[in-house]
């Protein structure tokens, strides 16, 4: 059984942060004990002489800092294994602060004397409920494949020592990506950056983090009981379905429904909806900043380490570039594009959003056609597009650097010089 219980940031007085945090204990005393002792009879170690914490860093102050149980649902509630981080700001790192108990480094002292062992050893793993990181007798087959050593995942048996309990009032690891924790480092590539989100951004529901200590000369730990569990779920689990776009006067007429049994308007986690449009192929609609995204991904998580494939298709890694709507509500099924060019076919999506940032794939991308319009609407729409009765018409997005951009402003431009000589 694991209980949460409130602790201050008394307790990591190590790192100097500005305010009072409620920070997260993530681990209580087990039922069970597997615990093997030193030749004094000394107990060996386990679940009570320690307590975990989980850290993010304050790229502002520029120190770790304890979560509290805010932060740490929406942090891991993220899509965050979509890239393995930003290393000039750690965003998507994660440290894990071990604090020992009263008593505990002398109890360590004492079982490494003991024992005759110098430094002992103490790993941290990551993996699923199936398989016990700190059993490893109990398996038969390469465990490895199932337990990422998260200070190395490259290294099975990467340790640091136990002394370390004995010198510091708080362990903290080396910062950790959380795609390792999501066992990215091994579907990703051997530089083990992910870049197959297909693999690393499937939603995970939890994942076990395991704290290895062993102060005896065998290979085995004091105790397989010291863990404890992460929500990992970085993805929304269902998304709009039958996305159907049709062409109306100078715009399009969006709608969708949700998969049977789900209404969003009741699921207090969901957000709403955002929809994306872009004119084929590929090209921008509304300005950038036109409509702002109501969630994150790799690219503006870790903009230094964007994967370098997507599982989004023609709306790559849902780039706010491409939105074509505000947050709309959960209860919405449909919407209108309004102010587009007719006779330009367009594609469309719907993704999902929740609360905590995370937006589901488009599954269904659709295209169609606006039709003319004599005297499109501009107060309906952001004015993405200039549409002249000349008969040209472009897009503010095609930019002065593009061909067709040039064109039309200069095009623009005789029209203005024409008109302002006429009244002359």
């Known amino acids: 059984m694991f209980v949460r219980n409130p602790i201050g940031s008394r307790h990591l007085i190590h790192i100097v942060w500005p305010l009072v945090l409620t920070c997260l204990a993530l681990l209580a005393p087990g039922a069970a004990w597997a615990q093997m002792g030193g030749s004094s009879g000394t107990a060996g170690l386990s679940t009570s002489d ?115 309990f004995m010198s510091k009032r708080v362990y903290e690891s080396p910062p950790i990506p959380v795609a390792w924790i999501y066992g990215s480092e091994t579907s990703c590539g051997a530089s083990r950056t992910c870049d197959a989100t297909s ?30 569990s992460l929500n990992l779920n970085g993805e929304l689990q269902y998304g709009p379905t039958n996305v159907t776009a049709v062409g109306d006067n100078a715009s399009l007429v969006v709608d969708w429904s949700w998969p049977a049994g789900i209404t969003p308007s009741a699921d207090p986690n969901f957000l709403g909806v955002q929809v994306f449009c872009q004119r084929e192929p590929g090209v921008q609609v509304f300005p950038s900043g036109t409509y702002a995204p109501s969630y994150l991904t790799a690219a503006s998580l870790c903009p230094n380490a964007v994967p370098a494939t997507s599982v989004y298709g023609a709306f790559a890694n849902l780039d706010p570039r491409y939105l074509c709507s505000g947050l709309l509500p959960s209860a919405a099924t449909s919407y209108r594009i309004p102010y587009l060019q007719h006779g330009i076919a367009y594609s469309v999506g719907v993704a999902a959003v929740d609360r905590y940032g995370n937006i589901n794939g488009i599954a269904d991308v659709v295209s169609a056609t606006p039709t003319a319009s004599a005297t499109p609407d501009a107060s309906e729409a952001p004015t993405a597009q200039i549409v002249y009765s000349a008969g040209c018409s472009c897009s503010l997005t095609d930019g002065p650097g593009s061909g067709r951009g040039i064109a039309c402003f200069g095009f623009l431009a005789i029209g203005l010089f024409w008109r302002i000589r006429r009244r002359r």
Not at 204 to 210: A, D, G, M, V
């Open 50 to 164: 320690f307590t975990f914490y989980l850290e993010l860093y304050d790229s502002s102050q520029k120190v770790w800092a304890p979560m509290n149980a805010t932060q740490q649902q929406y942090f891991f509630n993220r899509a965050r294994c979509e890239c393995v981080g930003d290393a000039s700001n750690y965003s998507g790192h994660v440290k894990i602060a071990i604090q020992p108990a009263s008593g505990t480094a002398q109890k360590i002292q004492t079982l490494l004397a003991a024992n005759d062992v110098s430094m002992g050893a103490g790993r941290l793993y990551a993996g699923s409920n199936a398989i016990n990181c700190l059993g490893p007798q109990e398996y038969v087959g390469d465990i490895s494949a199932f337990c990422t050593n998260l200070l190395d995942p490259s290294n099975y048996n990467q340790s640091f020592p136990m002394t370390e």
């Open 199 to 228: 693999v690393c951004a499937s939603p995970l529901e939890s994942q076990t983090i395991f704290l290895w200590v062993q102060t005896t000369g065998n290979n085995y730990p004091d105790t397989t009981e010291l863990s404890f």
